[in-house]
């Protein structure tokens, strides 16, 4: 198989992104959008329309490190692999810790799109055409704003595939890095790196070996930046815990029985004030429910390492009392894409995959102009 595929994947996602942005920003104009006002705005009209809660996290993280000053919480939340990498690429962007960030989710959304090809095209039932459609489900995602924004979800999705493809060519040393760093970007490497332990377990099986091979001590590199991170939070801190309490602290997530985390998100969903607060209820409903079916599928085609990965995913989120945002942490389900792309190709299958598209599509555009017109950003 010759790279034209995954080169092309990646070009056609980067367009499509491109494209994505100047909607934004048609949209921002013709509903009269000024400048954003925020302390860690960059004064750029265009620039700032692609950044919103979260980004300002980053930027001032990539701008300050930890707990400056006057500031005990929340920083502390967000892992620090995107900042820093914003931080060493400012140079690039005359400085600008924004830009930089932006700059990374266009390069890692088209290196995901690649990479996402890759593994399906590769995949035993998969294909060129299955690969695909596996891209333009990821283009068309209705969360798709955040590939174009300072957000983490294109360098975990890229770090991600590119560990588990090297992993399925049994590359366990280099997947070992590169989930590290994932890691290093979110939390959920951890859920990574689980189904990578999943994935050797099948090739160890396979190979039919009694005792595993000296790269298995590649599983363990993902725990190194866990562990690296949270010592750093301990010396500036004095807590092991530092993270979690600033989960809780800044945004009130705790851990809760699915049907607890459910009850908050409808009461959330009802209560909501606006109906572009009501549809982002409703939508991390919708997401979760997905997640959950995308499971089921995964287990029907017997994909146990992806399962693990997703499994461990969605379920995080519906065992907590905080379901906000988890049609963007749909962005890196990169198991989902997989799963349904490589559904056996009948005509029922393609009525319904059109059907999808096209409802992904209208709900894309949806997002892009609450986006734009600062109505919504979760």
Known sequence: MTVAGPVRAAAAFLVSRVLLGATVLAMAA???QGAVDHPWATGSWWLDHFSAWDSYHYVRIATLGYLPPGLDCCDQAYFPGYPLLMA???????GNVTAAGLLISLVAGAAAAGLLWL???RDARGGTAAARR??????LAPSGFFFVA??????FLALALGAWVLATRRHWWLAGLVAALATGVRVNGLFLAAALVVLYAVQWHSDGRARPRPDVLALGLPAVSVAAFVTYLHSRTGSWDAWREAEHRGWDRATAWPWEGLATAWRSLLDSPNVWLAASRAADIAAVLFGVA???LLARQR?????TYLGLTVGIVVCSTLWVSTPRYA???FPAYLAIATLRDTPAYRRTYAVGLALSAALLLAAAWATATRHWLA
Request: proline residues 6%.
């Open 294 to 296: 995308v499971c089921v």
């Open 30 to 32: 013709f509903a009269g």
């Open 150 to 155: 300072v957000y983490t979800e294109a360098l």
């Open 119 to 121: 593994l399906v095209a």
């Open 134 to 139: 596996a891209v333009t489900l990821l283009a």
């Open 303 to 307: 994909r146990w390492p992806e399962l």
């Open 88 to 94: 060493a690429l400012a140079p690039l962007t005359g």
């Open 331 to 333: 962005l890196t389900w």
